[in-house]
C-alpha cells in the first residue's frame, strides 16, 4: 500500500512537473488598425518619408500669451515640493520660458538628427534614425531601437545618441558601433495617436516591429525606460528570434515567488540572495516602499482611470502642464528632492532640456492622448494580459539605479526573465 502511495506521489509529481515546466511561448503576433473608421480595402502606403520640425511666430506668440495669464497660488510655508511643484520656483521657471527660452533654436537642435514618418496600422509613426558618421573598414554596425516613456520623449536620448554611433570620437571603445533609431510612441510628440479603444504596449511593440523590418534590420537590439521597458519587453516576447539583446532600465517583477521574499527580507533577506545595497533601498519597507508608492503613484490613478479630464486643463494650460511634467523630473530624480524649494531640477537638467521635452507636448497637443497609454494598459486590473505572465527569454540586461521609485533587486530578474542570465549584469549607478 505504501509503495502504490508513494509511486502515485512520485507520478503526480512528474505530471505536474512535466506540465507546469517553462515553456518558451510567445506573444500572438496579430495585426492592427488604429486609424479613423475602418481599414481601407487598398495597401497601405509604407513609404518612409523625411519629416521636420516646425515652429512659427503665432505659435510663440500665443505660447507667451497664456504664459501672461498665469494666475499664480502662495505656496505654504516651507512646503518645498511636499505639496507637488512649489508654486514659488515655478515663477522663476515660466519667467525663464517667457523671456529666454528660445524655442526656435531648439527647434534647430531637434533638427540636427534626421526625422521620419511612415504609416504603419493607420498611425502616422514618427521616429529619428542616426547612422554613424563613420565606420572602420569592413565593420557594420548594430541596429538599436531606443524607446522613451511618460513624461518623456525621443529627445531625451539625443545626448547619448554620438556616444553610441561615434563612440571614437567621444574617447570611448569602437567595438560597438550602433544605428539608432528613436520612435516616438503613438499618441506621444509626433506620432499620431491612435482613435480607438485598445492601443496598449503589445500594439505598439507590433508597430515598432514593424517599423524595424520596414526600415530593413531583421535583427535588432532594443533598449526602452518606463513604458518603453515595457514595450521592448513586448517585442521579445513577440519575436524573439528577431530580437539579439534587450536592455532595460526599469524592470518591475511582480508575478513572481522572488517577490514575496520582500516581506521576509529583514530577517531572512541573505538568505534570499538580497545584496546589502538590495537591503538599503528596500528597507524599512514601509518607508521606502509602501509609503513611496503612495506618495507618488497618484498621477497614476488619474490616468489609469479618467485621463481625458485632467488632460482638459492641461491641454489649455502651458504653465500647468509644465508644472505637471517638470515635478516628476524633480521626485523621480531623486524622492529627497522633494525636501528642497527648487525641487532639485536644475541639479541634473537645463531648463533648456526640462521646457524642450514640455514643448513637445504642448506644440503636438498630446498631453490627453499620451496619458489614455495608461488607462489602456493599466485600466483593465493588474495581471489580467497574457504578456504579463509571461517570461522573456532573449539576452537581457539590466540596469538598476539608487533612486528608482521601486527598487528591483538582481535575484528578481531571472525568475521572469531566463535569457537574464546570460548577461547578469545589474548597474548600480547614480540617479
Not at 47 to 58: L, N
Not at 368 to 394: A, C, D, I, P
Request: overall charge neutral; aromatic content about 14%.
Amino acid at each position: 500500500m505504501w509503495l502504490e502511495i508513494i509511486l502515485t506521489s512520485v507520478l503526480g509529481f512528474a505530471i505536474y512537473w512535466f506540465i507546469s515546466r517553462d515553456k518558451e511561448e510567445t506573444l500572438p503576433l496579430e495585426d492592427g488598425w488604429w486609424g479613423p473608421g475602418t481599414r481601407p480595402a487598398a495597401r497601405e502606403d509604407e513609404s518612409i518619408r523625411p519629416f521636420k520640425v516646425e515652429t512659427s511666430d503665432e505659435e510663440i506668440h500665443d505660447l507667451h500669451q497664456r504664459i501672461d495669464k498665469f494666475r499664480f497660488t502662495p505656496p505654504l510655508e516651507d512646503s518645498c515640493f511636499h505639496y507637488g511643484f512649489n508654486s514659488n520656483y515655478l515663477k522663476k521657471v515660466i519667467s525663464y520660458w517667457r523671456n529666454e527660452f528660445d524655442w526656435k533654436k531648439q527647434v534647430e537642435i531637434l533638427n540636427r538628427y534626421p526625422h521620419f514618418k511612415t504609416k504603419i496600422e493607420g498611425l502616422d509613426i514618427h521616429f529619428i534614425h542616426v547612422k554613424p558618421p563613420q565606420l572602420p573598414a569592413g565593420r557594420t554596425p548594430k541596429p538599436l531601437l531606443m524607446v522613451h516613456g511618460w513624461p518623456g520623449s525621443f529627445y531625451e536620448f539625443y545626448k547619448i545618441i554620438p556616444l553610441l554611433t561615434d563612440p571614437k570620437n567621444h574617447g570611448l571603445s569602437d567595438e560597438h558601433i550602433f544605428e539608432v533609431i528613436c520612435p516616438s510612441i503613438p499618441g506621444y510628440g509626433f506620432s499620431e495617436a491612435s482613435c480607438k479603444k485598445g492601443f496598449n504596449t503589445v500594439a505598439t511593440a507590433r508597430i515598432f516591429y514593424k517599423l524595424m523590418l520596414r526600415l530593413g534590420f531583421q535583427e535588432f537590439y532594443i533598449q526602452g525606460g518606463d513604458w518603453g521597458s515595457l514595450i521592448c519587453t513586448n517585442m521579445a516576447q513577440l519575436v524573439p528570434s528577431h530580437v539579439k539583446g534587450l536592455h532595460l532600465n526599469m524592470c518591475l517583477v511582480l508575478s513572481n515567488f522572488s517577490t514575496l521574499t520582500v516581506l521576509l527580507g529583514p530577517r531572512f533577506g541573505r538568505f534570499f540572495g538580497y545584496t546589502e545595497r538590495d537591503m538599503e533601498l528596500l528597507y524599512p519597507f514601509k518607508e521606502k516602499v509602501f509609503y513611496s508608492l503612495m506618495r507618488e503613484s497618484g498621477y497614476m490613478h488619474i490616468q489609469c482611470t479618467k485621463p481625458d479630464t485632467v488632460g482638459c486643463a492641461l491641454s489649455d494650460s502651458p504653465v500647468g502642464l509644465a508644472a505637471y511634467i517638470l515635478e516628476k523630473f524633480s521626485t523621480w530624480t531623486n524622492t529627497e528632492f522633494r525636501y528642497l524649494e527648487d525641487g532639485g531640477l536644475e541639479r541634473k537638467f537645463s531648463l533648456d532640456d526640462l521646457l524642450t521635452n514640455v514643448m513637445l507636448y504642448w506644440t503636438t497637443g498630446t498631453i490627453v492622448s499620451s496619458q489614455r497609454f495608461y488607462k489602456e494598459n493599466l485600466g483593465q486590473g493588474w495581471m489580467t494580459q497574457k504578456h504579463e505572465r509571461m517570461k522573456v527569454y532573449v539576452p537581457t540586461g539590466f540596469s538598476a539605479f539608487p533612486s528608482e521609485l521601486i527598487h528591483t533587486p538582481e535575484k528578481w530578474a531571472p525568475a521572469t526573465d531566463p535569457g537574464y542570465r546570460a548577461l547578469l549584469h545589474s548597474s548600480q549607478g547614480p540617479g
